[in-house]
C-alpha cells in the first residue's frame, strides 16, 4: 500500500481517474470574458482561487480526513451539508458531487478500504478528497495540501490548452504561489478538529455567476 509521499502524489496526481482533467477551474470562462490574457493574469486567478474556493475546500478536506481518522464519520455528512451551503451555484455543486464521486470510485479501484462502505454514498469533491486522504493513512495537512495543489493544477494545465502559452511560465506561476499555498493549507489544518460550521466560507460570487454561465454554453472545451 502507498504510504507518506507516494500516497499524496497519487491522490494529487491530475491523471488520477477521477475526471479533474476534465474541469478549468472557471479559467475557460474567463478567457472568455477577457479576464485572463497572460501569464500575469493567470497568476492572479490563481491567486484568487487559492485565497477563495481553495482554502475552502482545503480546510473541509482536511476536516473530513480529521473525521475519517478519528471515526466521527457522522460528521462527514455534516461536513458535506455544510461545503454545500457554502456552494451557491447548482452548476458548481453538480461539479463538486461528480468529481467526489469518482474520486471513491477510483479509489475502489485502487485502494479497497472498509470506510467506503460507511462513508455516505454522495459526497463533495473535498470531503471525498479528505476521506480518500485517510484511507491512504495520510493526515489533514496532507489533505489540506493535496486538494490545494489539485484546484490550482486543473486551471495551470488547462491554460496550455485554451492559450498560446509556454507550459512552463504555467509551472513558473504555480511556483511563484508555493509560499502563499503553504500558510493556506497550514491554516486549513488547524480546522482538522473543529465543529464543522466554524469552517470558513470565502465567497467568490463572480466564480458561481461564470460557472452557471459555462455550463449553458454550446461549445465548450471544459465541464467547468
Not at 489533505?143 to 492559450?163: F, I, Q, W
Amino acid at each position: 500500500m502507498a504510504r507518506g509521499t507516494e500516497a499524496l502524489l497519487l491522490l494529487s496526481d491530475g491523471r488520477l481517474p477521477a475526471g479533474g482533467y476534465a474541469h478549468s477551474g472557471g479559467l475557460e470562462s474567463a478567457i472568455r470574458m477577457g479576464r485572463v490574457n497572460d501569464i500575469e493574469d493567470l497568476k492572479r486567478f490563481l491567486t484568487g482561487r487559492a485565497t477563495t474556493s481553495g482554502a475552502v475546500a482545503a480546510a473541509f478536506a482536511a476536516a473530513a480526513c480529521g473525521a475519517c481518522l478519528g471515526d466521527r464519520l457522522e460528521d462527514v455528512s455534516v461536513l458535506d451539508d455544510e461545503f454545500q451551503a457554502r456552494t451557491p451555484s447548482p452548476a458548481l455543486r453538480q461539479v463538486s458531487r461528480t468529481l467526489g464521486r469518482q474520486l471513491l470510485r477510483a479509489m475502489t479501484a485502487i485502494h479497497p478500504h472498509q470506510l467506503q462502505q460507511r462513508l455516505p454514498r454522495r459526497l463533495n469533491h473535498p470531503v471525498a478528497f479528505g476521506a480518500a486522504a485517510a484511507m491512504l493513512d495520510l493526515e489533514p495537512d496532507d489533505a489540506a495540501r493535496g486538494v490545494l495543489h489539485e484546484t490550482l493544477m486543473g486551471p495551470a494545465m488547462a491554460v496550455v490548452k485554451l492559450m498560446s502559452v509556454d507550459p512552463f511560465d504555467a509551472h513558473r506561476a504555480l511556483a511563484e504561489l508555493v509560499p502563499l499555498l503553504d500558510t493556506i493549507a497550514g491554516d486549513a489544518a488547524t480546522y482538522a478538529d473543529a465543529d464543522p460550521a466554524t469552517l470558513p466560507a470565502f465567497g467568490a460570487p463572480l466564480s458561481d455567476v461564470v460557472a452557471e454561465h459555462h455550463a449553458a454554453e454550446e461549445v465548450r472545451l471544459f465541464a467547468s
